[in-house]
T-cell receptor, first 112, second 113 residues
Framework: QQQVKQSPQSLIVQKGGISIINCAYE??????FPWYQQFPGKGPALLIA?????SEKKEGRFTISFNKSAKQFSLHIMDSQPGDSATYFC???????????FGTGTKLQVIP | DVKVTQSSRYLVKRTGEKVFLECVQD?????MFWYRQDPGLGLRLIYF???????EKGDIPEGYSVSREKKERFSLILESASTNQTSMYLC????????????FGPGTRLTVL
């Protein structure tokens, strides 16, 4: 049972454009929503994260928007660069042992 | 610099073989995790451990077991490898603190023939 649904599966954006990845969740017990970035041949690494008491968090060119009532959150990459080409996973956590439920991933390609 | 290392980057085994995947972290983290990553399915949790000798089943534990005899080391065991266990296996660790990130190893690409 997929508890965090992610779309699109793949995304091609031109350099300088905005990349948008969307996620939706069902479990209202989730209380922390990280995004991980994975480059080919590497393990995922934390990119940015948000808690549901805020509607937006921005770090540089990366912004998370969070809609608690709709149980949806999204990652926006402004001024996308070829170096942003990677697979992005949204995720959600709850409970005391840091168990993380991941989305299915979005492969982003930024073309020059 | 924090580090999670996995014993092999690539591994090829035969159906029915017993397979050990080793993971070591040098950050003194309490929690350790094993995931498998498959295209279109994302990261799926196999097992995790929150302390030495403690383990919890994740979402897809069937066909796998784990061992954690020391805090820094977490092993994934395939008792009798099957072709449907061909996958990328990722180990991760995290401290036992609220909202702390997971640190991942580079992964082991396992092929079962």
């Amino acid at each position: 049972q997929q508890q965090v649904k992610q779309s699109p599966q793949s995304l091609i954006v031109q350099k300088g454009g905005i990349s948008i990845i969307n996620c939706a969740y069902e479990n209202t017990a989730f209380d922390y929503f990280p995004w991980y970035q994975q480059f080919p041949g590497k393990g995922p690494a934390l990119l940015i994260a948000i808690r549901p008491d805020v509607s937006e968090k921005k770090e540089g060119r990366f912004t998370i928007s969070f809609n608690k009532s709709a149980k949806q959150f999204s990652l926006h990459i402004m001024d996308s660069q070829p170096g942003d080409s990677a697979t992005y996973f949204c995720a959600a956590t709850s409970g005391g042992y840091q168990k993380v439920t991941f989305g299915t991933g979005t492969k982003l390609q930024v073309i020059p | 610099d924090v580090k999670v290392t996995q014993s092999s980057r690539y591994l090829v085994k035969r159906t029915g073989e017993k397979v050990f995947l080793e993971c070591v972290q040098d950050m003194d983290h309490e929690n350790m995790f094993w995931y498998r990553q498959d295209p279109g399915l994302g990261l799926r949790l196999i097992y995790f451990s929150y302390d030495v000798k403690m383990k919890e089943k994740g979402d897809i534990p069937e066909g796998y077991s784990v061992s954690r005899e020391k805090k820094e080391r977490f092993s994934l065991i395939l008792e009798s490898a099957s072709t449907n266990q061909t996958s990328m296996y990722l180990c991760a660790s995290s401290p036992d603190q609220r909202d702390r990130e997971q640190f991942f190893g580079p992964g082991t690409r396992l092929t079962v023939l």
